[in-house]
């Protein structure tokens, strides 16, 4: 039961570095992007061609992971995504569901349709054995990253003066630009951020995960999850509802393996009739 518990705390764990991206975008910019899993895709393909035609080592791949989807986020966010702040969130949903089958399209015409296998190094392989439970290493590896990413992350929100130039952007963007805050410059370094984390979290899941083509449709389901079970408001609430999710879908898979991919709907459906506006919401701290 421990193995499976550990297990299901790294997935969980992996899936707020993917979903955490969203929640920043859709939570404190107001805008919808459901092409959030072409970023991730992104750092799991640049892992796997960096390792496997250059060379590179498994952390090296990490950061410039990271920072190519960064890269790639912020240029998309001065060419398109920028002009759809202002516009109706169905339209936001419809342009980033149309970025999502081009990401899909342009990555099986160059990379293939197979999936793609991630090496990892022999430090991050194998097993502990701790209190008769085995433990894998490169678990121990991705709740730690991702332990950090989550502190470094809520520390720059709510200590930091970008932190307070984001959240007065948000919620007055006139009134920002009157104090002399460049709104434009705030609102392109965090979705570069949102873009560069979910390019990390594809990166790590990369072996853990299905890396093909269909990723970013695939995963799509999840990220929406997490953001609306967890809520907006902070990164609090989609934290405590990936390892929620991610606990209860590998339970879920391991014991009941027949109905195992519905588990984490059910958990789902309970937490948001307990809590409609997310676990950690304005409303619900009213």
């Not at 990164?235 to 929620?244: D, E, Y």
Request: aromatic share 12%.
């Amino acid at each position: 039961m421990l193995t499976i518990l550990f297990d299901g705390v790294a997935y969980g764990m992996l899936l707020f570095v993917l979903a955490c991206g969203l929640a920043v975008t859709l939570g404190l910019m107001n805008f919808i992007n459901l092409a959030h899993g072409a970023f991730a895709m992104a750092g799991g393909y640049i892992t796997v061609i960096l390792m496997d035609r250059l060379g590179l080592s498994f952390y090296l791949c990490l950061p410039i992971a990271f920072v190519v989807a960064a890269l790639l986020g912020i240029v998309l966010e001065r060419l398109l995504y920028r002009h759809l702040y202002n516009r109706d969130p169905l339209d936001q949903v419809l342009f980033s569901i149309g970025l999502v089958f081009m990401a899909i399209s342009g990555t099986s015409y160059f990379m293939g349709a197979r999936q793609q296998i991630v090496h990892l190094p022999a430090s991050l392989q194998g097993r502990w054995h701790v209190l008769g439970a085995e433990i894998g290493i490169y678990d121990v590896f991705i709740i730690a990253a991702c332990a950090l990413i989550m502190i470094a992350l809520q520390l720059v929100l709510t200590r930091t003066r970008f932190g307070s130039q984001l959240r007065a952007a948000v919620d007055d963007g006139r009134v920002a630009r009157g104090l002399g805050i460049r709104v434009n410059r705030v609102f392109a370094l965090t979705f570069a951020a949102g873009s560069g984390l979910a390019g990390l979290g594809g990166a790590l899941g990369a072996e853990m995960l299905t890396l093909d083509p269909t990723f970013p449709l695939r995963f799509m389901i999840y990220f929406l999850i997490v953001v609306t079970v967890g809520g907006t408001t902070s990164m609090t609430g989609p934290f405590v509802a990936s390892l929620i999710l991610g606990i209860a879908d590998v339970v879920g898979k391991y014991y009941v393996p027949g109905v195992g991919a519905f588990v984490i709907y059910a958990v789902t459906v309970a937490l948001l009739l307990w809590r409609p506006y997310g676990l950690v919401s304005r409303e619900t701290a009213r």
